[in-house]
Structure formats: C-alpha cells, structure tokens
C-alpha cells in the first residue's frame, strides 16, 4: 500500500503545478511532454520488469523501482530547464514500470478472487488518500514554497516502502535461466518514442507535411512492425503476443488503453484549464481534479462485490457508461467553465473508472496461473501505459495546433476552445472503450468466492509470504 502510494500521489502531484513549473522553466509547447514520456518509459519497461518478476521473483524487481523512482525524482527537483526535467522525468517512468504492476501483482500471488476484493478497498483507500493529499501537496508547493519539492517529496516515502517491503515481504523462487528479449525491447522503446516524437512536434516544430514529420511516422511504423515480427520468434518475448490473441485478455488490454487515455488526458488539462480561464489557484484547481481520484477509489472499494455478484463483464459495462456520461458532461460545461461542474464531472467520471479498471484487471489475472500472471498483468498495465502516453501525445497535439504557440495565459479563449476539442476527443475516448467493455467474453462465476481457484495455483518453490 506504502509503495502504491508513491504511484497515486505522483499520478495528481505534477498536473497541479504545470502552469508554475511553465512559468520559471518556460516551454509551455513542451509540458506535455512531461507526462508522454514518464508514461513511455513506464509503458516499455512494463513487459520486461513483468518477465523478469516470472523468472526471478517479485521483489528484486519492486525494490530496483523504487530506487529508480527516488532516484528519478531528486533528478527532477534539481533540473535547471525544461529538456533536462523532461529527461529525469523518463527516469522516474522506469522506476514506475516496476512498481505498479509488481504492486499489483503481489496481491494477486497472495490473495483469492474473492479475498482481493477487500484488497482492493485496502488499495483503492491509498488511491483515496492520495487524491486529497497529492494535489494539496503541488498546490501549495507551488504556490506557497517550490515546485522542486513536488518531487523531493517521494524521497522519504520511497524509503518507507523499501523498509517495510525488505521486512515484511519474503518469497521462496525456483531460479532458472531466462532470456531477456534486448531487440523486442528496443524496437518498441525507439518506436513508440519516434511515435510520440512525431505526435507533439508535429504541427509545432515542423510542418505535419513535412519531411521530419512524415519521415518519423514511417519510421515509427517500420520498427513497430519489426517488434511484432521480433516477438514472433523471440524465445522469451517481453510482450507474448498470446496475451493479445486470447479473447479476454485482448479485450481488457483494450479497455485498459482507454482508461489510460482518458485518465491521463483530463489530468493534464484540467487544472491548467481551471487556472486559465477561471483563474483558480493551484491549490484549488489540485483540490477539483482530486474529485476524480477520489471518485476512483470509491468505487473501486466496492466494485468487488458487485462483480463477485454479476460478473466481470456486468461491472465494467457499467462502469464504461459513467464514464461516457461524465467525459461528455465535461464537455458540455466547458465552454463555460464552473469549478463545482468540473469537480461533479470528474468524481463521475473517477466512480466510472473504478468499475472498469480494477475489475478488467482482476478479470485477466484470474484468467492465468501463477508462471503466467507478471506478464498478464504487465501486459494490461502496459496497455493502460500505451494509452495514456499516446493519449496525452495526440491531445498535446491537437492543442498546440490549435494554440498556434500561444500559452493559455496569452489566449484564454483560443485555449477554452482548444481545450473543449481536448474533452470532445476523450469523450469519443470513453465511448470506443464501452464497446470494447461490450465485447468482453463472460467469465464463469465465482462458486466458492472464499476458496482461492485454480487460478491462485503456484509452482513448488514460488512460494510468496508476509511475517
């Protein structure tokens, strides 16, 4: 829960102090990069982390991230401009690759379907709890100290965890030989960075129709295609591609590039939007986007009753409606923008995905035993990580053209409007996901919700414990 914390605060700490970080740095074309590339790093080191987690256990693997996540954020709180923050802030993303998905994973080593149902209420509080204090925190470093201390922030936390991590969590783990998968790793990597490259700059730097434009889509593309080919023949892929082939899995990878999307897009807008055009504080504007996460949790605490009653599918059906509701709702009311609408609009939208998130998940891991489980969680995660990463990218885009290098504090109606085209696009976001959610095969139900199932089976000698 401690080294969850470290994921939850940094997922609302950030956004409230953009316009802050802007102003000192510069760069305001730029922000968004802050977020793509934390999210890119965290999406493509998701697979191998998860292979490794497989073959030498889970906690080598949650203990080199949380160093990597500690040591990323002092970077970032002594960066000197914006490139340099962009460049610490990949760091922090590969310390994150490892700690959320090995997070995850643990509780489903150690607890049953049913019996991670209260887990989850356990984890989702931390997510509750980070929702109020993680956007406190950045409005008041911002705008009563620094922002610098929205990182520094992570150094004693991230030292919590490994202490209690090294003294309660203990596993017995049958080591055998792996293959790390190095040329599917930086095919992706390369490729989706090139992507992501050609999403924010394009438009901006150059010309869509230009030769650095065109040339760094096709490239992209070529070693995108080279990584699928390269995992087709790799003896240990870092992303199998069963996982994609396999109705449910394929499905909640779907879902979860969706959710992804639509998390990671109103987050980076919204407090920038509350700020500019309503001329809240930080403060006020982190307070309003904690309404989201706080919704999250919430329902999260008790989406596990309801799917142990009617299903997977059921759930996140239910849940992928809210959130079409909440995102256009958003929408609606952001051409005349109300702190009150937007909090409303959000606390739905976070109820909604947590029907959907921590439910498809659990759907998938329960799905595989445990040799199978790191790469299948991995792979969902990874899937929400390609989500927000490219979500962000392509809103950062459509922004900035629409801007036309203004900041938002220049042209707060160019940015009203540019904003609105942000939510309309998530909102069509929302709704490719709840027909995905509709596609989801149906799962058998739980006969026995207080027996772990055969899908909690270990191999001798991988044996999880606590004190």
Not at 181 to 202: F, R
Request: charged share 10%; hydrophobic share 55%.
């Amino acid at each position: 829960m401690v080294t969850t914390g470290l994921i939850a605060i940094d997922a609302t700490i950030l956004a409230t102090a953009v316009p802050t970080i802007v102003e000192d740095l510069g760069g305001f074309s730029s922000f968004p990069w802050l977020f793509s590339i934390y999210l890119l790093t965290q999406a493509v080191s998701l697979p191998i982390y998860s292979k490794l987690a497989d073959t030498i256990g889970r906690k080598p693997v949650i203990m080199i991230g949380i160093g990597l996540f500690v040591g990323g954020s002092v970077l970032c709180g002594l960066a000197w401009s914006m490139p340099a923050l962009i460049a610490f802030r990949a760091v922090q993303g590969l310390g994150a690759g490892a700690v959320q998905p090995m997070a995850i994973t643990i509780a489903g080593d150690i607890y049953s379907v049913a019996e991670r149902a209260t887990v989850q209420g356990y984890i989702a509080s931390v997510w509750g709890a980070s929702a109020v204090v993680g956007p406190t925190l950045g409005g008041l470093f911002a705008q009563y100290l620094t922002w610098q201390w929205i990182f520094f922030v992570n150094v004693p936390l991230g030292a919590v965890a490994a202490w209690l991590l090294a003294r309660s969590f203990h596993e017995s783990v049958a080591r055998t030989s792996h293959r790390i998968d190095w040329a599917g790793g930086s095919l992706l990597t390369v490729g989706m960075s090139l992507l992501i490259l050609a999403l924010l700059e394009g438009g901006n730097a150059w010309a869509w129709a230009s030769p650095p434009s065109i040339g760094a889509f096709a490239l992209a593309v070529a070693l995108l295609t080279g990584f699928i080919a390269v995992e087709r023949r790799a003896a240990e892929p870092v992303l199998p591609l069963w996982v994609l082939r396999r109705r449910l899995l394929g499905t909640t990878a779907l879902i979860g590039v969706a959710v992804g999307a639509v998390l990671m897009g109103v987050t980076t807008y919204v407090p920038t939007f509350l700020e500019a055009l309503v001329g809240a504080s930080p403060l006020v504007s982190g307070l309003t986007l904690a309404s989201l996460t706080l919704g999250w949790p919430i329902a999260a605490a008790q989406a596990g009753r309801v799917y142990l009653r009617v299903g997977f599918r059921t759930t996140v059906i239910l849940g992928s409606l809210v959130v079409v509701a909440a995102a256009a709702a958003l929408t609606l009311t952001s051409r005349q923008p109300s702190i009150l609408a937007t909090g409303l609009s959000l606390f739905m939208m976070g109820a909604g995905l947590g029907f959907v998130a921590a439910p498809s998940l659990i759907a998938a891991q329960s799905s595989v035993d445990w040799g199978e489980r790191g790469v299948v969680t991995g792979a969902n995660l990874f899937a929400r990580s390609i989500g927000s990463a490219v979500g962000v990218a392509v809103l950062g885009a459509l922004v900035n053209g629409l801007m036309r290098g203004q900041t938002a504090m220049q042209a707060p109606a160019d940015f009203n409007g540019a904003v609105t085209a942000a939510f309309l696009a998530i909102t069509g976001v929302a709704v490719l996901g709840a027909v995905v959610a509709f596609a989801m095969p149906r799962t058998p139900e739980l006969s026995h919700p207080l027996v772990a199932g055969p899908e909690n089976a270990r191999p001798t000698g991988a044996v999880p414990t606590t004190d």
